[in-house]
């Protein structure tokens, strides 16, 4: 027996390498691999990287730098320590990436996560040749690794990967490849596998989520709505959510499926990215801003209480003062009530890194601050508006003070609260009380004195 040995993984980027770095660890487990908590002991360290922005993947050979000491470190105790990069910084990078960083063992993409025991076992026959592999194999990755475990209340379940739809600002259809949708069935294993191993909200993940259409158990086709409506059945699954939506893909079918299914949340991120028709074409988005906040209104008018986030570019190619202003237009209309938003970056590759006007970085520094101004009022005004309502809360981590637990709105604000023990890990009905920086207070709401008093 060659004993325990340890893997670290760090993961940059989005959920879905979150929930890579999870399956990362998992095809590593039964070759006796367990987490280390930190680089410098482990025997395997696993960088799961991000390209969409200059400044993620340029953290990346700043950390192998760092990793460098880790290294001779531990060489020089008699041990050896494996680096290997995966996700999207990988697959743009391919064999380009050894010639930057020679700490580099192996270079992996991220449709074959489950080569990288083969790979491992190679790099450490290997007297130093880096061992690569950016293939999109026809087999799809999610047939070899094993079916995961919650790791608690909250779970992430990838059911699409890659993207076709190409913005001329964006890596992802380089790094995800395209667009591949899991059978049903065996989302809805997974599904169920999530549940009984703990988790009540299951987040559906994909870099186009919502364009899910795959092979129904019977063999036909069924699109996003129908999965849903099918996930929604799982008993003992509370909520559902899903990341990251196309709004040209927001069918009547979804819609409806947002009138009729009360596990979906009232909640949608729907990244909008501009408000001006002429940026919005430029980008390649495939919708106007007038096309975009009716599908706004079509999901409020099926689901009232339904609110939305939103992903925002700023200093986009050629983008104007006036169109900036536009885009704010857009924000006051849909009233997001959160956001994530970035300066334009320029891709290698990407039509929209050769497109003339590329806007200062002073003025795209200058619009970002305004923009985010606007969106932290709406956020503010909204937690403020949420005092005195009582939501359904998620508790999924105990608080700071004894007998506290901290859980999430259907609306992925924090709140903390007085909770029994054994609170965690369901959904209870929480009045709010206070609003603080970071989070809302509550307090449980006695449903069962309440009928009792009736
Ligand atoms: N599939 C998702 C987003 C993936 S990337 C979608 O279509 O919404 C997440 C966000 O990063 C994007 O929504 C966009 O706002 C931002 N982004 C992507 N490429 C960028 C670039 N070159 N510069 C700045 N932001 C970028
Ligand atoms: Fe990138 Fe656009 Fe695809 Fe989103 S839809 S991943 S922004 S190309
Ligand atoms: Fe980054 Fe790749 Fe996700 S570029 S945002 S890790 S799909």
Known sequence: MSGQKKLFVKTYGCQMNVYDSARIRDVMAPLGYVAASTPADADLVVLNTCHI?????????????????????????GGRMLVAVAGCVAQAEGEALRARAPIVDIVLGPQVYHRLPEMVARALRSHGEAVFDTEFPVEPKFDHLPPPASEGPSAFLAIQEGCDRFCTYC????????????????????????VETGAREITLLGQNVNAWA??????????????LRELAEIPGLARLRYTTSHPRSVTPDLIAAHREVS?????LHLPVQSGADRILAAMNRGHTAAEYLRTVDALKAARPDMMLSSDFIVGFPGETEAEFQETLAVIRAAGFIQAFSFKYSPRPGTPAAAMPGQVAEAEKVDRLARLQAELAGIQEN???????????????????????LIGRTPYMQALHARMPQEAFGTVRAVRVVSVGPNSLGGEAVDIGRKDAAE
Do not use: I
Request: net charge positive.
């Open 53 to 77: 922005r200059e400044k993620a993947a340029e953290k990346v050979f700043s950390d192998l730098g760092r990793l460098r000491a880790h290294r001779r470190a531990k060489e020089e105790a």
């Open 171 to 194: 890596v992802v259809p380089y790094t995800r490849g395209a667009e591949y949708a899991r059978p049903a069935a065996a989302v809805l294993a997974e599904a169920r596998q999530l």
């Open 214 to 227: 795959g092979e129904a158990p019977d063999g036909g086709v069924w699109g996003f709505g129908r999965l």
């Open 263 to 267: 596990a979906l949340v009232p909640f």
């Open 382 to 404: 909204f937690n403020r508006a949420c005092v005195g309502r009582t939501m359904p809360v998620l508790f999924d981590r105990p608080g700071r003070h004894a007998g506290q």
